[in-house]
């Protein structure tokens, strides 16, 4: 992509933090996109170097949030919160759920520059719904959630879906993530469900572990873990069929395992849990 100078937004400069990798615009790469810069392309890369299936990694869990999101919106959600959303990719989360039920409301959250400015792309609700952005980061949950109720969009009385899809593995432990998703499940009504992916070392263990540290290295915090870890973050929430799996098993059947994708290409664990 030709390279972007900082993008002003309200009359200021915005650090797009063209010198150093990021991992959403590492993500995008992984997916194809052209919303990335040379210092990511490397990083990727470097990636792809030791573990080449990284690429079928970032589609999975793509396919897992538009398959979660239609099995929410079918029980009946009308309100979404996608924390660490990335760079816009068509069909974002709206245009899934909102093909379903038009009225939805979603409000989407990153921390990351450059995704403010694509956030137009984000912004194209249905005139019965609603859509909108905000600043955030997952790792201060208190200032996200006050971000969240400032927008004016949500009703916390009642169920929200939210969405934390290949964000967990970016705050490891000595950030306190399972404090971190404690803190935002108390916020949500009963009827919430809570969907989420993680990365996972459990099958091809040194690869993950080449990769942490990629990421470690170029500034960017990584933790895999195993199933029983991931499986914390749901705490006392009613696990949906089949569990927390490995993505392209979720949903249970046919639907949720494309052919000729092994557990280790994959190496990315999904669930989808309610809350009482």
Known sequence: MQEQPAARRGGGETDLGQDRAHSARMYDYYLGGKTNYAVDREAAQAVIQVF??????ARVNRTYMHRAARYLAGQGLRQFIDLGTGIPTAPNLH???????PDATVVYAD??????VYADELLDST???????IEADVTAPDKLLEAVEASGVIDFGRPVALSL???LHFVP????????VT???QELAPGSFLSLTHCTGDFEPQAWEAIVETYRQRGTPAQVRSHAEVLRFFG???LVDPGLVVAHHWPAGPHGTPQEVTDGQVSLYAGVGRKR
Do not use: F, K
């Not at 005139?127 to 952005?133: I, L, V």
């Open 52 to 57: 080449p299936a990284i690429e079928m990694t």
């Open 95 to 101: 245009q899934v759920v909102q093909e379903q039920v």
């Open 111 to 116: 921390n990351d520059p450059i995704v403010l």
């Open 127 to 133: 005139p019965e719904g609603t859509t909108c952005y």
């Open 165 to 167: 899809h290949a964000v």
């Open 173 to 180: 432990d000595e950030q306190d993530p399972y404090s971190i």
């Open 183 to 185: 803190r935002l499940l």
């Open 236 to 238: 006392d929430l009613e």
